[in-house]
């Protein structure tokens, strides 16, 4: 996993950041385990296996032994199952052998990552699932921890789901305060037509704005909080003339029916904001 995998995510410097934080680095009497330091002997060395106690997607493993190799260049790591893979409770994920010292300062680093991000694609994974719809594609939203947007909507991807845009940089996206200032939704996406934004996404939540919206430019509409025979009746309107998202309230029990209504998308934003983390273990044996 690098920056060719995953654009403008910088592995060395997360693992580097990482650690640091773990250990305390700048701040009186840290950058050091105190526990591994003091109870481990230094040359001692564990194997350990990383498994799954739930039924999960996996996503995060290459970063997991980033964490361990940054502390032993030299630790044997042995993946054992593949990104965006579904594997059952009980299943091994990664073997590791190696100075004992450094496992286990990198464990938490590790483990934290890897539940966290596995935690994500499962969660997509039953989404994906409750909509039961090919013809609509779910999409995760900017709701991400600050400083981990990458990694999030990296595992969003690893459970069947795509990404929404990035950040505010790669599309304009017109919402109620923009429209607010400028006065119409006509208006608002009239502005950004004139700046030159080629991806305009405008969101409405009445059906009244759908048509000034398409007249003015926009590229996507967003249909907010719309009730399925409501989101019928608006991608009716739009007459296929630019791609129809539905959001907002969306959970595994609504998903489908909305999805249904003919929209293109599905956005939802608790498959990143408030995803459970997976149920991941790390033990060791002493060789």
Known sequence: MTSSTLPGFDLDRFVRETLAEDLGEGLPGGGRDVTSLSVIPADARFSGVMDSRDPIVVAGLPIAEAFFRALDPEMAIELLVGEGEEVPPGTDLMRLEGNARAML????SALNTVQHLSGIATLTQRYVRAMDNPACTLLDTRKTIPGLRILEKYAVRMGGGSNHRMGLWDAAMIKDNHVLVAGSVG??????????????????DRLDQIEPALVAGATRLLLDNMEPETLRTAVSLVGGRVPTEASGGINLQTIKAKA????????????????????????????
């Open 105 to 108: 300062t990198a464990e938490r």
């Open 187 to 204: 208006e608002a996406v009239r502005r950004a037509v004139e700046a030159g934004v080629r991806e305009i996404i405008c969101e409405v």
């Open 260 to 287: 249904a209504t003919g929209v293109n998308f599905v956005s939802v934003g608790r498959l990143t904001q408030s995803a459970p983390a997976a149920d991941i273990g790390l033990d060791f044996t002493a060789l």
